[in-house]
């Protein structure tokens, strides 16, 4: 009851704020077993119902972190307690043929991780498909369809102007790290992320100041460290996963700010099969790569302006062409 109580509170809000979740029905519910089945909202629901009918008994998502954190989501026979522990059994979430999904994380952070993880995975996994099923001339269902209209409708498309953020370059430490954080909390803001994963870097005297290993990114007050540029101490083991990476695109690219995050319509564009693959020609003029399957890296020169509008236009441009393709 713990898990239900805080993800009423924080996370639920988290939820509801990132479109995953509030058009009227309960959110979480406590299952026997110590489960908790929550009501993803449309389009996510259609979507979830859709791949568990035709899953074989599990959806296997597409995307990196789907796969890391989910591994796949088994389907169920039933909610009953027994079918439950059974199919999730070593899982973090399963998914219901009415488009629910039932989460075994005993603790609010790791079940909204779960969560949206979830929906992310079954939202990539969904449009992927359409993709290869219209790339084959094959047709989509009307549930299929009305989940796409509504997934890629126009109210959704990413805007063009990323919001202002402060002007760099930043002299020391912690103007660094005030930027890191704002950088973060625009990030998720923006919906380019899954859950609250991603990081965010800049480097000044010296020192990488990174988001830490785990830490939400919009939530990086007092969870960044700092590494030297040569990538040496102890600091290291707290920094984000990805901190290779950020280490290469400062020192090869001259970058100051490195922006990771998941775009999904990018991420859903890197997967997709035939006229995707030219995607990094679309992204010439832009200081962005897509990692395939995983997501975007975006560097900033003086400060996070650049690469958080980066990100917001490699993701518009995605989700304009796969609309295009599918609506
Ligand atoms: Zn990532």
């Not at 990132?18 to 909202?41: I, Q, T």
């Not at 005030?178 to 870097?201: E, K, M, Y």
């Amino acid at each position: 009851m713990t898990a239900v109580r805080d993800l009423a509170a924080k996370h639920a809000a988290k939820a509801i704020a990132a479109g995953l979740a509030g058009d009227g029905a309960p959110l979480f519910e406590p299952l026997d077993g110590g489960f908790v089945r929550c009501a993803p909202k449309e389009p996510y629901r259609a979507m979830i119902a859709a791949l568990a009918a035709r899953s074989g008994g599990r959806i296997v998502p597409q995307d990196a972190e789907g796969r890391v954190i989910l591994v796949d989501l088994p389907v169920p026979r039933s909610t009953g307690a027994g079918d439950l522990a059974e199919a999730l059994a070593g899982r973090r979430a399963a998914a219901l043929a009415d488009g629910g999904l039932v989460l075994a994380d005993a603790t609010a952070a790791a079940a909204f991780d779960a969560f949206s993880s979830a929906c992310f995975a079954c939202y990539v996994k969904f449009v992927v498909d359409a993709l290869a099923a219209r790339k084959r001339g094959g047709s989509l269902g009307a549930g299929e369809r009305r989940a796409l209209a509504l997934a890629l409708d126009p109210s959704r498309r990413p805007p063009e102007r990323a919001p202002d953020l402060s002007r760099g370059p930043f002299a020391d430490a912690d103007s660094a790290r005030a930027a890191v954080i704002a950088a973060g909390r625009a990030t998720v803001a923006l919906g380019l992320v899954g859950a609250s994963f991603g990081n965010a870097s800049y480097a000044v005297g010296g020192s990488l100041h990174i988001s830490e290993t785990g830490a939400p990114l919009d939530e990086l007050e007092g969870r960044i460290v700092s590494v030297p540029l040569d990538g040496s101490g102890q600091a290291v083991q707290k920094a984000s996963s990805e901190l290779a990476a950020h280490l290469r695109i400062v020192r090869e690219a001259g970058a100051r700010a490195v922006l990771h995050g998941h775009p999904r319509h990018a991420v859903i564009a890197s997967l997709a099969p035939g006229r995707f693959q030219s995607l990094p020609d679309a992204l010439a003029d832009h200081p962005v790569a897509i990692a395939p399957g995983h997501g975007a890296f975006a560097a900033g020169r003086v400060d996070f302006n650049e690469a958080l509008q980066a990100l917001l236009d490699v993701e518009r441009r995605c989700f304009d062409e796969i609309a295009g393709t599918l609506i």
